[in-house]
C-alpha cells in the first residue's frame, strides 16, 4: 500500500475504467441489465467494501447499496466516525444477476479483472466483503460467514474483514446487527493503526497467489 498516485490521477483512471465497464459485454449479464454498477466512493478511501453484485435499486439508478440495504451502512459506518463519501464500494460483478442468483464462474471471470484493477488504483488499508458469496470468493473458502466473521484476515498486502450482508440485519435479527457493529469496530481499529500486520505482502498481481484461509479454494485473481 502507498501514496505514490494522486487521488485526483486515480479518480480519472476509475473514470476511464468505468466507461469501459458501461459498454462491456463479455458476459451474458449484459443481455438483462438496466445499469452497470460499477462502484463509488472516495478513490483514496482507507476502506473499500465488496459486496457480490447489484440488486434490482443498484440496477435501476446504476450506484451500489442504494436502498435499506445503503442506509444501514451509512449508519454503521457513522457510529465509527465515517460517511459514504470516505469510503469506496463495489461488488465482484458490475451487472445483476437476473433474480439476484449468485454470479456464475464465467461472470466472475470476465468481471475479476475490474474489482483487480479497483483494488489496486484504490489501495485501501481494509477490504469489507458484505455477505457470505463475496466473502467466500475473496477469501477462497468454502466456510460460511458465520465462521468467517470476527477476524481480520491478512490479505494481499491489506486486511480483509468479512461480515454479513446488511440485508441479514434487515431481516430482523439483533444478533447479527450487534455482530456487524463488532466487526466494523475491528475497520475502525485498523483505520486507526491499532492492528498492524504481521509481516509485509505484495499488491494484488494478476497472477499473483492468496493465501488460502481454508484447503477449499474459489479462484478469484489467480
Not at 467494501?49 to 440488486?55: D, S
Amino acid at each position: 500500500m502507498g501514496d505514490a498516485t494522486p487521488a485526483a490521477e486515480r479518480a480519472e483512471t476509475l473514470a476511464i475504467l468505468a466507461a469501459e465497464v458501461e459498454t462491456c459485454v463479455v458476459c451474458r449479464l449484459a443481455e438483462t441489465r438496466t445499469n452497470v454498477v460499477f462502484g463509488a466512493g472516495n478513490p483514496d478511501a482507507d476502506v473499500m467494501f465488496v459486496g457480490e453484485g447489484p440488486g434490482q435499486r443498484e440496477d435501476e439508478q446504476g450506484l451500489p447499496f442504494v436502498g435499506r440495504s445503503g442506509e444501514l451502512l451509512e449508519q454503521l459506518l457513522g457510529e465509527i466516525g465515517l460517511v459514504r463519501d470516505d469510503v469506496y464500494i463495489g461488488n465482484v460483478v458490475k451487472c445483476r444477476p437476473p433474480k439476484n442468483r449468485d454470479p456464475r464462474p464465467d461472470e466472475i471471470e470476465s468481471c475479476k479483472g475490474y474489482l483487480r484493477t479497483q483494488l489496486q488504483l484504490i489501495e485501501p488499508k481494509v477490504v469489507v466483503t458484505l455477505g457470505n458469496f463475496a466473502s467466500k470468493l475473496l477469501l477462497r473458502t468454502d466456510t460460511g460467514i458465520t465462521r468467517l466473521r470476527g477476524t481480520a484476515y491478512e490479505w494481499w498486502g491489506r486486511f480483509l474483514v468479512p461480515t454479513y450482508h446488511p440485508a441479514a440485519a434487515l431481516r430482523g435479527s439483533a444478533r447479527v446487527l450487534g455482530e456487524m457493529r463488532e466487526d466494523f469496530g475491528t475497520v475502525q481499529s485498523i483505520i486507526e493503526g491499532k492492528l498492524q500486520r504481521r509481516t509485509p505482502e505484495p499488491a494484488p498481481e494478476e497472477d499473483a497467489a492468496v493465501p488460502d484461509p481454508d484447503p477449499e479454494q474459489l479462484d478469484l485473481f489467480s
